[in-house]
């Protein structure tokens, strides 16, 4: 049976290698909804990943026609994924936040969890930043460790989005 993925989607330049995400999960016979929240859609549109996916993109927590696949339908999913993860939803997940579809649904799911960072280096070593990664990783929240490399700044150093192939591999590794 095919492995249900739930793909969120945040407001992180490397929102764009979604689709190759997506892709990546489908070749090894996984089922993928996406999850995006609000910011996500101004770095890649939910068109795109709706086509990829071949499904329905959600990110509405209150929209009626997505009364049968709300936070509660998704979070039965066999993992969750947050890929690319900003500092921001790290921040809300490590403080039980729940202010939209994605966070709500992370709060909710008794899936594992995996999270990969992707953000500036100066906001990847910033201590609140790493508090709220420590919290995350004591209470089982997986992580898959951005990598160091040219980041959308222009810099180099550690907050690039882990390679897509790693993600998947760690994910199924954890599921299979
Ligand atoms: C061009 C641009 C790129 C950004 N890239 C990142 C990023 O890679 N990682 C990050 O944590 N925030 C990044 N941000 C900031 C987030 O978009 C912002 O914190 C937003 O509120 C995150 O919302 P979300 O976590 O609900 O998706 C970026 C903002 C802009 C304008």
């Avoid at 990110?59 to 921001?88: Q, R, Y």
């Avoid at 992370?106 to 990847?124: E, G, K, Q, S, W």
């Amino acid at each position: 049976m095919k492995k249900k993925i739930v793909l969120g989607v945040t407001g992180s330049i490397a929102a764009y290698k979604a689709g190759d995400i997506i892709r990546r999960f489908q070749e090894q016979n996984c089922d993928v909804t996406v999850v995006m929240t609000k910011e996500a859609t101004e770095f890649v549109t939910p068109l795109t990943l709706a086509t990829l996916s071949g499904k329905d993109v959600y990110g509405d927590m209150f929209c009626a026609s997505n009364w049968n696949m709300g936070h509660i339908e998704l979070s039965k999913a066999d993992v969750v994924v947050v890929a690319p993860a900003t500092a921001n939803v790290i921040g809300k997940m490590a403080h039980g936040l729940a202010d939209d579809l994605l966070t709500t649904l992370l709060v909710t799911t008794r899936a594992p969890i995996f999270l990969a960072p992707a953000m500036n280096d100066d906001m990847y070593a910033n201590a609140i930043v790493q508090e709220n990664c420590a919290k995350l990783k004591k209470h089982g929240v997986r992580f898959i460790e951005p990598t160091k490399g040219k980041l959308a700044c222009g810099v180099v150093g550690v907050g690039h989005l882990a390679d897509v192939q790693d993600i998947v591999k760690t994910v199924l590794k954890k599921i299979s």
